[in-house]
């Protein structure tokens, strides 16, 4: 006589009850499954199982609870998911807040060495361009470019 398996649901009804091998039983079904999700959204295999683990537990307490009404598998995929991409955030977050100070004082500290020597030369040219001039252009100039006077 050929051995029936039991469904995804009759596990989960099992596992309402109080029956913990019921969702034994479930992961070691789609383990494989699960875990190659967890290691795709993980950077490494400690913050895989991490994942894995959270994931597992809050299927587990929704499971009790009788609140998974769709398939197993999905509402695990799904819950794996979720919880991956709220490590890639907290990472994400933590990354942005290192950089944001770097950033802000390389943006914060004036022209760039290339802009000041450009600026640097410009100025020396100016300043010999306006010491040739007679006196009273050098003032004339003057007031048009710094005093803002036509």
Known sequence: ?????ESDRELL???TTGD???FEVLYRRYRRRLWGMARRMGTD???AED???EALAAVAIQARRGAIHGSFIGYALTAVHHRGLHVLERRNERWSRSIQPLSLAMTASGPSPEDA????????????A???L???VRTAVYLVDCQGLT
């Open 1 to 5: 006589m050929p051995v029936r398996l």
């Open 13 to 15: 009804e099992r596992y």
């Open 20 to 22: 913990e091998s019921a």
């Open 45 to 47: 295999l400690q913050q």
């Open 51 to 53: 994942i894995l683990v």
């Open 117 to 128: 020597v450009v600026n640097s030369h410009v100025r020396s040219e100016v300043a010999e």
């Open 130 to 132: 306006l010491s040739e």
């Open 134 to 136: 007679p006196e009273e």
